[in-house]
């Protein structure tokens, strides 16, 4: 008695019958099943905190002790520290004995034949014992369990997972329904649903609060047990759901403890597309875990469910997934079967034989006859006139019938719900005294028609093909009005507010033909999805509408349907679904015309100009906006006349139109200026004339636009904006595109690193990373812009953020250009181009191109020159001036190593040109050490020291180690040549100062410098 005097069922014992009270007294007044508190009672399940709650008020736990008696309950603390009232054991031996509760391991055995006996799987059934004790040295398995339909994928991973509970490891369990793979993330949000329940909060306390924020915007049950966690800021989906899925593997690791974790998800043919999203993203982490992942599915969907094959294809390839494919059974296995039931009524001659001939041995078909005759005493007689059916559907058909009536309307109910549903919704939905309520369902859980799940509040059946059978036998009128009577009863308990709410919501009302309200929540089903950034899902909730909305006009006013369209092409334009957009949109801003509403037609029409700039289509986009620009300034609206400038200034910047960009954001700045506003309009309009200028080498006149930006945004609060502003100040500051002014670039850029890391906008955080690794690598602290670069890449992998992407392997060609590491910066810069060109993206390639020469220059390999050239004329044709830049320095290092100094010297000039315009003072710098580098090549020595001393000068006053090394080794060799042994001494020694800085700053990096070589 040691033992049970340790456990919580001992403890619920002790107090129930200190009051006096039997175990269906405390089961009605709890709201859950007999059965339910046998189970916890007797150590074989926990009850849900939900239950845990009710069973504290139905025992009069005292306040003081209400909190201890939650945490016992989710096996957070042991319950031999709570208080017992006096209760002598034998009497509590008495009583249990009484309520045939008898030993835990009676109940285990008790509970093992409630079901079919387990048979015909020992080998699978070993594989994942074998699999569970491997998880001890400290990496994860994925085993991806096939089969048909009721072949028993179920049944082995509850088997499975039986035995990890058995040896107190954490078990999440959830199932995929047909009915709701449009709802976005609902069997993840399942497991974390339970993780969130059973994890200690003091293991949760060690997540980032910005983690459990965004698992909470998921999940009901974080937000309601962590009442003191920050809001969300806005930023954009890739960046919202690459920040959840690792929030979520954080709570599963909170769970797990340390200790082997088992998750399984069962039906993931049905499981929606953010679903599986994460399911392949936490496949990918658990190499390293000790967490076994089980995922079923049925492999006659793989043909239509390319989504599903594609993450199956994907894991199989890990050298840590298993795929167990699971046959029918044999004879012999359908033989062992009956010998374990042993029941008489299944003993007729030759009866296995003809059981696998008519089930083909799919053991759910074969389970379910058996049970049909097991219960149809008048059936068993010879064993050759069995009534067997031909079909599963007879044989449930045949188990249904059975079923009294008073018990099959909560049946059919119960499958109108259409899957797993809690104990209270049931009842009120049935409409029946709560005493007979409560012997129906016992009784349907004794058939096996339904079964109840671990923690006694939820049920389901047993499998779906039963509620399927149910659901079709209803009838067309009875499901229509059972649909609604859901429907109306989901509306109206508001407290039940939950992820799923407008989803269910609009499924019954659908299927109960109201239309209206299925309109209604169809919508707000979408927008729901759009907030979970999980597009997929909303669209096809959009899509849903519309087809109802055409099937039944009269479902809704012409504004309702105007703005349905207007929401699904906004939709599809987030998408990329471009074409789709237009449509949509071009259909509001035709019938809004139609109606004479003009302004609600110029607004579409900005929406409609983004997307065809999303696309690509740089014409039609123009021709909207300029559309919506004419609206407006007829309108006299000079807001939105601000508005569509801006928009039409980004649209020119993105087509390298910089010299029209300048011209539309000026414009929006000026009628900003003049009707003096301060909102988003006027951030957007500053900010965007910044960019311009930036990209057109004009980095003063861009610091002082994005500074009037970032004054704008702190007055409105917008985080968002205020974080970018600093990152592009920082970027104007910066040496090979900006000022040279490095002290200012890296203030701007950890600035908005604060922001951007206290609001988590994942959008600024790579860029600013990246500008600040830059500027690092300019003032010779590899070791740091090596840490950053670090950090940065795989964050904008995780995020899919190619643009950026291409931008790090740019800016880690070029720190390892300047260590002299030519072929580490070769294999950088050919990544990036090739990033850049399977994305189709035109961005950075020129740069991306001028640094690949650079590259095989110095590694003495040949080059593409024609490539350079044509990038170089890319830049000229799209006003690109700061990647302009780049290239001049590429095209004077390739003249000077093909002995043109002469045409080195026209190129550093036209380098020298530009960078003086902008005051580009680190590239200053380089235009005067490569016309110094000419003058040396073509033996004009004076002239060569003369700019080399400029170059070199230019260099300490900035700050920038490396050009100022390679000033002191061209120097050295200068003074060598003009026969100067003291003075090439001196440069010399210069260089090694300076080589010997870099190479302490790398200690403990893992980077190598070359710097003492002369390049």
Known sequence: MIEQSNSFGYWLRRRRKALDLTQDALAKKACCSLAAIKKIEAEERRPSRGLAQRLAEQLAIPAQDRAAFLQASRNLQAPKRMPLDELPIEAMRTAAASDGLGTVGDQLAHAGEQKFPFVGRNKEYGQFIGLIARLTAGSGQVVQIEGEAGIGKSRLMAEVACYARQRALPVLATNCYEIERAIAYQPVIDLATQACDAAPEARLRLIAPILLAEIAALVPAMAARLLDLPSLSADFPEARQARLFHALVQLFDALAQDRQLIVMMDDIQWADDASLRFLH?????????????????????????EHLTGLLESLRREPYTRH????????????????????????APDLAARLHRETDGNPFFLCSIMHSLSEDEGMIGDALSL???????????????????????LLDVAAVLGRRFDFETLLTLARVPEERFLHSLDALVKRRLLREEQDGEFYDFSHDKVREVVYRDIGMAGRVLLHRAVAEMLEQHAESETHERHAHLAEHYERGKMWPKALLYLGLAAAHSQKLFAMREALKWFDRAVVLLQAHPEAATQAQQLALYEQRGAARAQAGQIEGAVADFQRVIDAARALGEHGHAR???????????????????????????????????????????????????????NDLAITYHQQAVAICERLG???????????????????????????????????????????????????????ACSGHMGLADYPRALSHFDAALVIARAADLQWHIGPTLIGRANVQVALGRFGQAWHDLNEALPRLETLGLVRYQIMAHDALGGLFLDLNQPGQALRHFEQGLSLARDAGIKFWQPRLQAGLVIAQLRLGVPTDRAALLAAQQYTQDHSETWLTLRCLEALAELALAR?????????????????????????????????????????AYESARDELTLAATLAEQIGCVRLAWECHCALARVAAALGDGSGENTQRAGARVLAAQVAENLRGSGLISNLEADP
């Open 387 to 409: 009534p067997l059916p031909h079909a599963l559907r007879d044989s449930v058909r045949a188990r249904l019938a059975r079923v009294p009536q008073e018990d099959r309307l």
């Open 603 to 657: 607004d579409v029409l900005i929406q409609l100009g983004m997307a065809y700039r999303r696309a690509d289509a740089y014409q039609q986009a123009i021709v909207c906006l300029d559309e919506a620009l004419t609206a407006s300034l007829a309108m006299g609206d000079e807001r939105h006349a601000a508005d569509t400038l801006y928009h039409l200034g980004t649209v020119a910047w993105s087509n390298g139109r």
């Open 899 to 939: 002995g043109d100094a002469d045409g080195c010297v026209t190129q550093a000039d036209q380098l020298l040109a530009l960078a003086s315009r902008g005051d580009l003072r680190e590239l200053i710098g380089q235009a005067h050490r490569l016309r110094g580098l000419a003058w040396l090549h073509g033996k």
């Open 281 to 305: 993203f936490f496949a990918r982490q658990i190499a390293s875990r000790p967490v076994l992942l089980a995922c079923a599915y049925r492999d006659e969907e793989l043909g239509s469910n």
């Open 677 to 731: 506003l301060t909102d988003l309009v006027a951030v957007q309009a500053f900010h965007g004339r910044g960019e311009a200028y930036f990209a057109n080498a004009e980095p003063a006149a861009a610091i002082v636009s994005f500074s009037r930006s970032l004054d704008l945004a702190r007055g409105i609060g917008d985080k968002s904006y205020e974080s970018e502003n600093l990152m592009m100040i920082g970027w």
């Open 324 to 347: 167990m494919a699971l046959a029918r059974f044999g004879p012999g296995d359908t033989q062992a079967l009956l010998n374990a039931m042993n029941d008489p009524k299944l003993s």
